[in-house]
C-alpha cells in the first residue's frame, strides 16, 4: 500500500493564483481530512469528509474548496491565493466507525508559499 | 480552537533519559491520541487511550490518562536520538462527529 500521498511536495503561488493540492489514499478509507500547519499553531483543520459525496467544514474553512467524487481522492482548491495561506498542507485518512475513533495515516505535506 | 495543549513545548534531554510529555484539555473526550512527527515529514500514530483506560503501554511508549485531571502524559523511556521528533496530543471529544482536535506540540530532542 502506498499509503497516503499528496501532490506536489511544494509549490510556490502568486497572491490571487489558484491550484489544486492532490490526496489519495489506497486503504478504503470512508474519513478523510485537511489540515494547515503554521509555526506554533498547531494542526488545524480545514475541511473534512465522511464518504463520496459528503463533505464538511473544520476550523478555517474560508479560502479553500473541497470535493469528494471517489473514496480514493480529496482535493483540496485554493481559489485565489492569499499569503495568509501560506503553509504546509496535510491530508488524512482513516476508517470512520460513528461512535468509533481510529488512528488517522497523514500525506508526507505539501509545503506551500504565498508571495 | 484547540482542545488539547501539551506542555513543555520543548524538551531537552540526553539519550537515555527518560522523556514526559504532558497534554490537557477543557472538555469531557471519548479518548486521547498522541502522534510523533519527525521533521519535515507527517504525523505518525503512537497509541490511543479511551477515556476508561488509565494507563497504556506500547514499547518504550507509556501513557497515562486522569479524565478527573483533564490531563495524559506521554513518557518515553530510555530514549534515543532517533526519538527527536515533535509530540501531539489528539482529543476527541465525546458524541459529536468525532473528529480528533491537535495540539501544539511538545518538541523533543535527544542529544546522543
Not at chain 2, 513545548?9 to 484539555?25: D, K, P, R, V
Not at chain 2, 469531557?28 to 497509541?47: A, D, E, F, K, T
Request: proline content about 4%.
Amino acid at each position: 500500500n502506498a499509503g497516503v500521498t499528496q501532490t506536489p511536495k511544494f509549490q510556490v503561488l502568486k497572491t490571487g493564483q489558484s491550484m489544486t493540492l492532490q490526496c489519495a489514499q489506497d486503504m478504503n478509507h470512508e474519513y478523510m481530512s485537511w489540515y494547515r500547519q503554521d509555526p506554533g499553531m498547531g494542526l488545524r483543520l480545514i475541511h473534512y469528509s465522511v464518504g463520496a459525496g459528503i463533505t464538511d467544514q473544520g476550523e478555517v474553512p474560508n479560502g479553500y474548496n473541497v470535493s469528494r467524487s471517489t473514496t480514493e481522492d480529496f482535493p483540496l482548491r485554493l481559489l485565489s491565493a492569499a499569503p495568509s495561506q501560506t503553509s504546509v498542507y496535510f491530508c488524512a485518512s482513516r476508517l470512520y466507525r460513528p461512535g468509533h475513533y481510529n488512528e488517522q495515516f497523514f500525506g508526507p505535506g505539501t509545503r506551500l508559499t504565498v508571495l | 480552537s484547540q482542545q488539547g495543549e501539551e506542555d513543555p513545548q520543548a524538551l531537552s534531554i540526553q539519550e537515555g533519559e527518560n522523556a514526559t510529555m504532558n497534554c490537557s484539555y477543557k472538555t469531557s473526550i471519548n479518548n486521547l491520541q498522541w502522534y510523533r512527527q519527525n521533521s519535515g515529514r507527517g504525523l505518525v500514530h503512537l497509541i490511543l487511550i479511551r477515556s476508561n483506560e488509565r494507563e497504556k503501554h506500547s514499547g518504550r511508549l507509556r501513557v497515562t490518562l486522569d479524565t478527573s485531571k483533564k490531563s495524559s502524559s506521554l513518557l518515553i523511556t530510555a530514549s534515543r536520538a532517533a526519538d527527536t521528533a515533535s509530540y501531539f496530543c489528539a482529543t476527541g471529544a465525546s458524541g459529536g462527529s468525532y473528529i480528533p482536535t491537535f495540539g501544539r506540540g511538545t518538541s523533543l530532542i535527544v542529544h546522543p
